[in-house]
């Protein structure tokens, strides 16, 4: 089904822009993976002091225990982040991945992860709002 773009959104970024975005997606992902490699750190020492005398124990439990300890919302967006880095590097980056209309590059700046249009983003929101109401549950990537 064609959607009628707004026409502020139907300009292709041009080399500068995707250069931009591109270094603020790599900025962002690296704040991340290091603000995670510090929650991991801090967990690995806390652990060798609890469990001094365990470490076999420890240690073959260690990786599930992080992974469940890393936050949801970061991993979620780590994810974005890397795929929007992929498109960039295919040359498909910043069209909207439901309806195909361009992104546009204000929304890209406010949200360069973003992989759908403001109106696909909309529409999306309309439907888990709906969804949310019927089966009340805690959501933990309700943070966009
Ligand atoms: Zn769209």
């Known amino acids: 089904m064609a959607k009628a773009p707004r026409s502020e959104e139907q300009e292709p970024l041009t080399p500068k822009q995707l250069a931009e975005l591109k270094t603020i997606l790599t900025q962002r992902k690296r704040k991340i993976v290091e603000a995670e490699e510090q929650l991991l750190e801090a967990d690995r020492e806390e652990g060798a002091l609890r469990h001094a005398d365990e470490v076999d124990l420890a240690s073959a439990e260690w990786d599930v225990t992080v992974e469940h300890r890393m936050r949801g919302r970061d991993v979620a967006l780590l994810k974005k982040i890397s795929k929007a880095l992929a498109l960039i590097e295919e040359g498909a980056y910043?069209?909207?991945?439901?309806?195909?209309?361009?992104?546009?590059?204000?929304?890209?700046?406010?949200?360069?992860?973003?992989?759908?249009?403001?109106?696909?983003?909309?529409?999306?929101?309309?439907?888990?709002?709906?969804?949310?109401?019927?089966?009340?549950?805690?959501?933990p990537f309700s943070f966009e």
């Open 94 to 139: 910043g069209e909207c991945e439901n309806c195909g209309n361009y992104i546009g590059y204000k929304r890209l700046l406010a949200r360069p992860e973003a992989s759908l249009c403001i109106e696909c983003k909309e529409e999306q929101e309309r439907v888990e709002k709906s969804f949310m109401k019927e089966q009340p549950i805690d959501n």
